[in-house]
């Protein structure tokens, strides 16, 4: 699909109001996702587990305006109050998406979200929470334009909340979701996120992803001004190589199930996109103490138990411990007796694979 596909070139249907709602995850990645070009196009392909509990949920009002004029008119509430200092994001996405929405200037928007995880937590709501507006949009096309396929509405949801944030292409659809062109990955698209279409392990299709919320204060670093540091980086080409091949290696691994090589590439690139961070110009230092003693926890756990245990990060301090739900109540355990302290306040959330974005009924 190109992106002039993605153009209605249909009359809509006239639809005076109505309101749609739907959910979406959030996604932990396994190969990530650390710099981009123009127009959102990521440096190097990632792949992601679609969580299952950490997720938005977001209904679209929408009323046709009596007057078309030039302007895109909305409100957002963000757990039941307006919430001002979002409204400037959207506006920025609409303007980045109306190319391919032509209609959005044709009605006025009420926008209402809530998060299942608490809010400053340190779990990023960009990928849930672009990707439930993205998706409750491509719901009113779809009453514009009944004629509209199943997979031109994910495809597009998932281009569309690419445009908003990055990984938020990968949230829609469940289990391995891959963005960005890899030449061994048929249907890999720099545009927007395709479930990953090879054979996979049973074992990786109910792993578990227990979060650790070592530090839930705001992000340091915006992803936007991570991403942008990339960019004349000394190591940047030798990094977005290194992503093709660790994507490359798990294509085998997922198929075979050897969670040993799984865990080698995952803790790997978590470690390396701190690596980018600290070695960037400004430089960053995301991990805390805390995630420190909780990886060393995990590496000792790991070698006196022999359960394939590892972790991952994302732009933050937080730990996501992933593991094969057999080994569930071991780990629980595990975290529970020893990790729990590292955590602050205690918290930790229990998440594992889900199915992706779903509409539910109003
Ligand atoms: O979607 P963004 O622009 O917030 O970038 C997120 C990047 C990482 O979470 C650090 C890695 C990834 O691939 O999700």
């Known amino acids: 699909m190109t992106q ?6 249909q009359e809509p249907k006239k639809i005076k109001s109505g309101e749609v709602t739907w959910q979406s995850p959030s996604n932990i ?13 990521p440096a190097n392909p990632s792949i992601s587990f679609t969580l299952g509990n950490c997720r938005s949920t977001t209904t679209l009002k929408f009323t046709e305006k009596e007057t078309s004029d030039n302007t895109f008119e909305f409100d957002f509430f963000f757990e039941g109050q307006p919430k ?5 994001k959207i506006q920025k996405f609409f303007q980045r998406i109306e ?10 928007f009420e926008i209402h979200s809530e998060n299942s995880f608490p809010h400053s937590s340190g779990i990023a709501s960009s990928a849930s929470g672009m990707s439930a507006i993205a998706v409750c949009l491509m719901d009113l096309e779809r009453q514009l334009f009944p004629e509209i396929e199943e997979e031109y509405f994910i495809q597009k ?3 569309l909340a690419r445009l908003g944030s990055g990984s938020a292409s990968r ?5 391995l979701v891959v963005w960005g062109e890899h030449k061994n990955i048929e249907g890999s698209s720099d545009e927007y996120g395709v479930k990953f279409p090879y054979d996979v392990h049973e074992i990786f299709k109910t792993y578990k992803d227990t979060i650790l919320l070592v530090d839930k204060g705001e992000k340091q670093v915006s992803s936007t001004v991570g991403h942008d540091l990339m960019h004349g980086h000394p190591f940047a080409e030798n990094r977005f190589a290194q992503a093709h091949d660790n994507l490359d290696k798990l294509i085998s691994v997922l198929k075979s199930g050897n969670t040993q090589d799984f865990i080698k ?5 978590a470690l390396t996109l701190h690596a980018m961070m600290m070695s960037s110009l400004p430089y960053f230092i995301l991990m805390k103490p805390n995630t420190l003693e909780i990886i060393n926890k995990i590496w000792e756990y790991r070698e006196k138990t022999e359960i394939p245990v590892c972790f991952t990060l994302d732009a933050g301090a937080n730990v996501h411990v992933l593991y094969p ?6 780990i629980l355990e595990f975290i529970n007796n020893e990790l729990v302290v590292y955590c602050q306040n205690g918290h930790y959330i229990c998440d594992q694979v889900g199915i992706g974005a779903t509409k539910i009924d109003n």
């Not at 002039?4 to 070139?9: E, N, V, Y």
């Not at 949230?171 to 289990?175: A, D, K, N």
């Not at 739900?325 to 071991?330: F, G, L, N, T, V």
């Open 171 to 175: 949230s829609l659809e469940g289990g």
């Open 29 to 41: 990645a396994l190969v990530k996702y650390w710099g981009k070009k123009e127009n959102q196009i």
């Open 4 to 9: 002039k596909d993605l153009i209605p070139k």
């Open 265 to 269: 590439i995952v803790e790997s690139e």
């Open 325 to 330: 739900e057999i080994h569930e109540s071991k």
């Open 99 to 108: 190319e391919y929405c032509p209609y959005l200037k044709d009605y006025k």
């Open 84 to 88: 001002e200092d979002f409204k400037p």
């Open 157 to 159: 949801s998932s281009f």
